[in-house]
């Protein structure tokens, strides 16, 4: 049974704590808990009925679904079998999970319910290597398809008995460190997307490297939210959570999330800074104590630490939730190392940081400060794609895309991608991400994205702080509107521009801001403006508002032509 491997790893705890609260899942309006003998008799009946069906090592298979207990059950099925799992977000077009069927040569996938079957039963003629569709709700008639319910599966692979058993345990043997375990598609901005190949030992080793670093600790009580077919959630909600004997309550949706923080009371949670961002928006400007007591009232008692991923946490937020008396940590990492590289620790934190390199992982800064990374971490590479794979691991050492740099303690601090350097039309080099970051510590700023490649300054799209703003607004002869007919009041266009010139003071006259275009709503995945975990796609939303930025520099030669 090789050390590296996640499903040998599951039964060897599951083994350990039997009758203990694995998951706890809120099934029509109450909770119910699943233990890690539940957990793992699903997992083999899940297992049993794949290879009964044909389902070979080496084999993929998708899975399309929100968060539920049953994805991780499905999960571990999947990888106890030998096969891999091609994870999709929940929001993706049929054409989006056409690609990645196809480009993956699924041979089955798993779906949550009606409106993700039809995703696929829309494109399913033209994936000839998809033979079957397990679906964990009931599906209408349909015959593009072999068709299974999750109940009726998990019961045909119990109906197999000590046989099916048995061959779940052979193939489980067989698997190792290197046996490939998920394709991740990464989310471009343009193209199509790479599929990230990731295997046991890469899993594992982040896991227990995230453990040996303090991120959770055994017994903790985790809410899940984040959504795992992003390998952030997967690693820390999933993996570690294995490793660390921890209770995972998963959210039922972003919407719920502060109603299920006071329903669980978790002791660790891991997010992404929106998250945090948006608690900050409804706080930050209250009394030091009263905004302690709310922020201490949102997560409940038991809180032991935060984690933050997936994008650098602005430095204020960070010290604003430890001044509160809430441990919060930020980390760095990306799909194609497993993810974590760095991660502050609860006794060495130092907030504007991403932290030190987790144990087992090196870092050092490159050419043109690109961070690198080198470890058993970093992907297999790029599935069906080893020119993209050369590019990015050469010589052992993974190239992030990533500019940062490593102060004399050891931790990281990313200054900015490589790729979305704004270099303007006079050759200054500017990192939006320090706009950004200046741009949403004003209180009345909720999200910015800047512009200027090519031009001859930078300019900004601003998403206000509505419930900060609405007080403001109605002062300033505004009304706020979901048509955003406020937009048109020069009074709040003139203070904003007044809040951006403030903070601008903090960088190089050439760096500033010097234009702004005030949305009239936030940024939204449901409109593509977001990653999976809640990251502004820049350069799509630069591409959406482009006609709208284009004016903003017509408008400045115009002014400049007449004197202004």
Known sequence: ??????????????????????????????????????????????????????????????????????????????????????????????????????????????????????????????????????????????????YWTWDGFLQAGRNLGRDGQYRVLSREGMVGSDSLATIIYTSGTTGNPKGVMLTHGNLQSNSVAMLQSGASQPGDLSLSWLPYSHIYARTVDHYQAILAQMTVCIAESVETLVLNLAETQPSWMASVPRFYEKLWAMVGHLDPEVRSQQLQKIFGPRLRQLSSGGAPLPKHIAEGFIAAGISLMDGYGLTESSP??????????????????????????????????????????????????????????????????????????????????????????ISPTELETLLVSDVFIDQAVTYGDGRQFVSALLVPNFPQLEAKAAELGATLTADGDFLSNEALVAFYEERVARVMEAVSQPERVKRILVLARPFQLEENELTATLKVRRRFIIDKYRDQLDALYSAAVTNADQGD
């Open 340 to 429: 974590v590289i760095t991660f502050n620790r609860l006794d060495d934190n130092k907030p504007g940081t991403v932290g030190k390199a987790i144990p087992g992982v090196e870092i050092k800064i490159g050419d043109e400060g690109e961070i690198l990374t080198r470890g058993p971490h970093v992907m297999k590479g790029y599935w069906k794609n080893p020119d993209a794979t050369a590019e990015t691991i050469v010589d052992g050492w993974l190239h992030t895309g990533d500019v940062g740099e490593i102060d004399d303690d050891g931790f990281l601090t990313i200054t900015d991608r490589k790729k979305d350097l704004i270099i303007t039309s006079g050759g200054k080099n």
């Open 1 to 146: 049974m090789s050390e590296y491997n996640l499903g040998a790893l599951h039964r060897r705890v599951a083994e350990r704590l039997g009758p203990r609260t694995a998951l706890r899942y809120k099934e029509h309006g109450r909770y119910r808990d699943y233990s890690y003998a539940d957990y793992r008799s699903d997992a083999d009946a899940f297992a049993a009925q794949l290879i009964n069906l044909g389902i070979q090592a080496g084999d993929h298979i998708g899975l399309l679904s929100e968060n539920r207990y049953e994805w991780l059950i499905a999960d571990i099925g999947i990888l106890s079998t030998g096969a891999a799992d091609v994870p999709m977000h929940a929001p993706l077009s049929p054409k989006q999970v056409e690609y990645q069927l196809g480009h993956s040569e699924a041979r089955g996938v798993i779906v949550s319910n009606q409106l993700q079957a039809d995703k696929v039963l829309e494109v399913a003629g033209d994936l000839p290597n998809l033979e079957f569709l397990i679906s964990f709700e009931p599906l209408k008639p349909q015959t593009k398809l072999k």
